[in-house]
């Protein structure tokens, strides 16, 4: 009864493995296979994350520019997580247009529209830029 048991659990794990491997595999969101290169070729530069994970790193430093004060931590968090030109693309793509709240009643300062690229040098000070344009630079991309 116990090699049946065993039998039966080393199955079930098996398809898991299989099933993870094959939603691991899968490319989600709109993210295209290579990002084109100027001269209407891929470039050969392929993003590096699944396309789902681009969604929720657009979001998590939308969140941190949107409202009060700035999480810079969060960005720069996400920011990391990119390993190419390619990456960035494709979560300049995926973050689009978006509005930034300066806050509920902030008589300071309106709110902002516009790409990843806009928002962060509207949000970020000259320093914040700085430290943003040397990981940056790590990955060939300068704001």
Same mark, same amino acid.
């Given at each position: 009864? !116990?090699? !049946?048991a065993?039998l039966?659990?080393?199955?079930?794990?098996?398809? /898991?493995? %299989? $099933?993870? =491997?094959?939603?691991?595999g899968? !490319?989600g969101g709109?993210?295209?296979?290579?990002?084109?290169?100027?001269?209407?070729g891929?470039g050969?530069?392929?993003?590096?994350? $699944?396309?789902?994970?681009? %969604? *929720?790193? %657009?979001d998590?430093?939308?969140? /941190?520019?949107d409202g009060?004060g700035?999480? *810079?931590? #969060?960005?720069?968090?996400?920011?990391? !997580?990119?390993r190419?030109k $390619?990456?960035w693309?494709?979560l @300049? %793509?995926?973050y689009? @247009?978006?509005? @930034?709240?300066?806050?509920?009643?902030?008589? =300071?300062?309106?709110d =902002?529209t516009?790409? #990843?690229?806009? $928002? #962060?040098?509207? *949000?970020?000070? *000259?320093?914040?830029?700085a430290?943003?344009?040397a990981?940056?630079?790590?990955?060939?991309?300068? #704001?």
């Amino acid at each position: 009864m !116990k090699k !049946k048991a065993l039998l039966i659990a080393v199955g079930i794990g098996g398809l /898991a493995l %299989a $099933a993870y =491997f094959i939603i691991k595999g899968r !490319k989600g969101g709109t993210i295209p296979d290579t990002i084109p290169d100027g001269n209407g070729g891929g470039g050969g530069i392929y993003p590096t994350i $699944a396309g789902l994970d681009y %969604a *929720e790193m %657009a979001d998590d430093i939308h969140s /941190a520019m949107d409202g009060y004060g700035t999480s *810079e931590d #969060l960005i720069e968090n996400q920011i990391l !997580k990119l390993r190419n030109k $390619a990456d960035w693309d494709a979560l @300049v %793509a995926t973050y689009g @247009v978006r509005t @930034v709240s300066s806050g509920r009643g902030n008589i =300071f300062q309106d709110d =902002f529209t516009g790409t #990843l690229p806009q $928002a #962060l040098k509207n *949000e970020l000070d *000259e320093d914040e830029m700085a430290d943003l344009n040397a990981k940056l630079r790590k990955i060939g991309v300068s #704001l």
